[in-house]
Nanobody
Framework: VQLVESGGGSVQAGGSLRLSCTAS????????MGWFRQAPGTTRERVAV????????YYADSVKGRFTISRENAKNTLYLQLDSLQDEDTAMYYC?????????????????????WGQGTQVTVS
């Protein structure tokens, strides 16, 4: 199992980025997958998740209406569209995957409960 993130970078406040997370060794479409972020000196926090199968999504209040999580099954890839970026969005962004079923995917906020992680991609907003 491998997750590889890309798409981070430096952007001015109000700008946009699209992060990608390409999965191998499992089907992203049938797995609970999420985006997390960690700024220096803070703990890793969940930003958004997408449920296996049907694709229901959940967002942290801090990003609701600005970020969009999606999945492209043909490419086995998870995306996070970041719009209206703010200084406080600066962080290392990670994608994670775990075999949570249904509502457990939304309910499980603790990153320690996730087994599979990518290496992270840095987002810097100035």
């Amino acid at each position: 199992v491998q997750l590889v993130e890309s798409g981070g970078g430096s952007v001015q406040a109000g700008g946009s980025l699209r992060l990608s997370c390409t999965a191998s060794g499992f089907f992203a479409s049938s797995t609970c997958m999420g985006w997390f972020r960690q700024a220096p000196g803070t703990t890793r926090e969940r930003v958004a998740v997408i449920v296996a199968g049907g694709g229901s999504t959940y967002y942290a209040d801090s990003v609701k209406g600005r970020f969009t999580i999606s999945r492209e099954n043909a490419k086995n890839t998870l995306y996070l569209q970041l719009d209206s970026l703010q200084d406080e969005d600066t962080a290392m962004y990670y994608c994670g995957a775990e075999g949570f079923i249904g509502s457990m995917c939304v309910a499980t906020m603790n990153p320690d409960e996730y087994t599979y992680w990518g290496q992270g991609t840095q987002v810097t907003v100035s």
